[in-house]
Protein backbone atom coordinates (compact mmCIF):
# COMPACT_ATOMS: atom_id res chain seq x y z
CA UNK A 1 0.00 0.00 0.00
CA UNK A 2 1.01 3.58 -1.13
CA UNK A 3 0.45 6.43 1.18
CA UNK A 4 0.00 9.89 0.40
CA UNK A 5 -1.69 13.43 1.62
CA UNK A 6 -5.01 14.34 -0.71
CA UNK A 7 -4.34 17.66 -2.67
CA UNK A 8 -7.92 18.07 -3.50
CA UNK A 9 -11.14 16.51 -3.61
CA UNK A 10 -14.07 17.72 -5.17
CA UNK A 11 -17.10 16.08 -3.77
CA UNK A 12 -19.76 17.22 -5.97
CA UNK A 13 -17.65 15.87 -9.33
CA UNK A 14 -15.75 12.84 -6.90
CA UNK A 15 -12.45 12.61 -7.62
CA UNK A 16 -9.49 14.35 -6.96
CA UNK A 17 -5.74 14.43 -6.50
CA UNK A 18 -3.39 12.32 -3.98
CA UNK A 19 0.47 13.37 -3.77
CA UNK A 20 2.44 10.06 -2.91
CA UNK A 21 4.61 10.15 -0.04
CA UNK A 22 7.09 8.36 -2.62
CA UNK A 23 7.05 11.29 -4.57
CA UNK A 24 6.63 11.05 -8.18
CA UNK A 25 3.46 11.74 -10.04
CA UNK A 26 0.30 12.56 -8.60
CA UNK A 27 -2.86 9.97 -8.36
CA UNK A 28 -5.91 10.70 -9.60
CA UNK A 29 -8.27 9.58 -6.60
CA UNK A 30 -12.40 8.95 -7.58
CA UNK A 31 -15.00 8.57 -5.03
CA UNK A 32 -15.92 4.77 -5.97
CA UNK A 33 -12.35 3.88 -4.67
CA UNK A 34 -13.00 5.03 -1.70
CA UNK A 35 -13.38 2.91 1.11
CA UNK A 36 -14.29 5.70 3.90
CA UNK A 37 -16.77 7.99 4.17
CA UNK A 38 -16.48 11.29 1.20
CA UNK A 39 -17.44 13.27 3.67
CA UNK A 40 -14.25 12.98 5.95
CA UNK A 41 -11.82 13.80 2.77
CA UNK A 42 -10.31 16.60 1.98
CA UNK A 43 -7.07 18.59 1.31
CA UNK A 44 -4.45 17.82 3.93
CA UNK A 45 -5.82 14.40 4.28
CA UNK A 46 -3.44 11.27 4.50
CA UNK A 47 -4.61 8.48 2.88
CA UNK A 48 -3.22 4.75 2.13
CA UNK A 49 -3.85 3.62 -1.60
CA UNK A 50 -3.07 1.03 -4.25
CA UNK A 51 -1.87 2.00 -6.79
CA UNK A 52 -3.33 1.07 -10.42
CA UNK A 53 -2.79 1.90 -14.07
CA UNK A 54 -5.21 4.33 -15.49
CA UNK A 55 -6.41 5.72 -19.05
CA UNK A 56 -4.55 9.25 -18.15
CA UNK A 57 -1.59 7.83 -15.54
CA UNK A 58 -1.51 6.45 -11.87
CA UNK A 59 -5.08 5.96 -10.75
CA UNK A 60 -5.38 5.07 -7.00
CA UNK A 61 -7.90 2.32 -5.39
CA UNK A 62 -8.37 1.27 -2.04
CA UNK A 63 -8.10 4.44 -0.65
CA UNK A 64 -8.19 4.22 3.46
CA UNK A 65 -8.14 7.71 5.23
CA UNK A 66 -5.65 7.17 7.50
CA UNK A 67 -5.13 10.62 9.24
CA UNK A 68 -7.23 13.83 9.09
CA UNK A 69 -5.82 17.25 8.49
CA UNK A 70 -5.91 18.31 12.08
CA UNK A 71 -6.46 22.06 10.50
CA UNK A 72 -7.44 22.52 6.81
CA UNK A 73 -7.07 26.31 5.77
CA UNK A 74 -9.54 27.23 3.61
CA UNK A 75 -10.29 30.54 1.69
CA UNK A 76 -13.35 32.19 1.59
CA UNK A 77 -15.05 33.07 -1.62
CA UNK A 78 -13.72 36.43 -2.47
CA UNK A 79 -10.71 36.25 -0.01
CA UNK A 80 -7.12 36.09 -2.44
CA UNK A 81 -5.49 36.27 1.40
CA UNK A 82 -3.78 39.70 1.64
CA UNK A 83 -3.93 41.55 4.44
CA UNK A 84 -4.67 45.24 4.00
CA UNK A 85 -3.21 46.95 6.84
CA UNK A 86 0.24 45.09 6.09
CA UNK A 87 0.07 44.48 2.48
CA UNK A 88 1.34 41.19 2.60
CA UNK A 89 -0.40 38.11 1.82
CA UNK A 90 -0.63 34.42 2.75
CA UNK A 91 2.17 31.96 1.98
CA UNK A 92 1.24 28.21 0.71
CA UNK A 93 3.19 25.39 1.48
CA UNK A 94 3.57 23.56 -1.88
CA UNK A 95 0.67 20.76 -1.02
CA UNK A 96 -1.64 23.64 -0.42
CA UNK A 97 -0.44 25.58 -3.40
CA UNK A 98 -1.02 22.47 -5.40
CA UNK A 99 -4.45 22.05 -4.30
CA UNK A 100 -5.72 25.16 -4.64
CA UNK A 101 -4.26 25.26 -8.29
CA UNK A 102 -5.42 22.03 -9.58
CA UNK A 103 -9.18 23.07 -7.95
CA UNK A 104 -9.24 26.46 -10.04
CA UNK A 105 -7.84 24.72 -12.97
CA UNK A 106 -10.63 21.85 -12.72
CA UNK A 107 -13.28 25.48 -12.02
CA UNK A 108 -11.85 27.24 -15.26
CA UNK A 109 -12.10 24.16 -17.42
CA UNK A 110 -13.59 20.66 -16.63
CA UNK A 111 -12.88 19.04 -19.38
CA UNK A 112 -8.89 19.21 -18.92
CA UNK A 113 -6.78 15.83 -18.88
CA UNK A 114 -4.72 14.51 -15.57
CA UNK A 115 -1.97 15.03 -17.67
CA UNK A 116 -2.77 18.52 -18.63
CA UNK A 117 -3.39 19.80 -14.94
CA UNK A 118 0.11 18.41 -14.28
CA UNK A 119 1.92 20.07 -16.97
CA UNK A 120 0.25 23.01 -16.19
CA UNK A 121 1.09 23.33 -12.25
CA UNK A 122 4.33 21.98 -12.61
CA UNK A 123 5.28 25.21 -14.63
CA UNK A 124 3.19 27.35 -12.25
CA UNK A 125 4.91 25.46 -9.72
CA UNK A 126 8.63 26.46 -11.25
CA UNK A 127 7.64 30.12 -11.12
CA UNK A 128 5.87 29.89 -7.31
CA UNK A 129 8.93 28.65 -6.04
CA UNK A 130 11.60 30.94 -7.82
CA UNK A 131 9.29 34.06 -6.56
CA UNK A 132 9.02 32.92 -2.91
CA UNK A 133 5.19 32.28 -3.71
CA UNK A 134 5.13 29.00 -1.48
CA UNK A 135 7.28 27.35 1.11
CA UNK A 136 9.18 24.14 -0.41
CA UNK A 137 7.99 20.88 1.85
Not at 109 to 132: F, S
Request: with cysteine; hydrophobic share 40%; glycine share 10%.
Amino acid sequence: MARGKVLSFDPVRGYGFIAPDSGGEDVFLHVNDLLDEKSRLRTGVLVEFRVEGGERGPKASSVKIVETAAEVRTVPAGDDGEDAADGFCDVLDLVDFRGTLTELLLEADPGLTAAQILKVRRQLEVLALKYGWVEAT
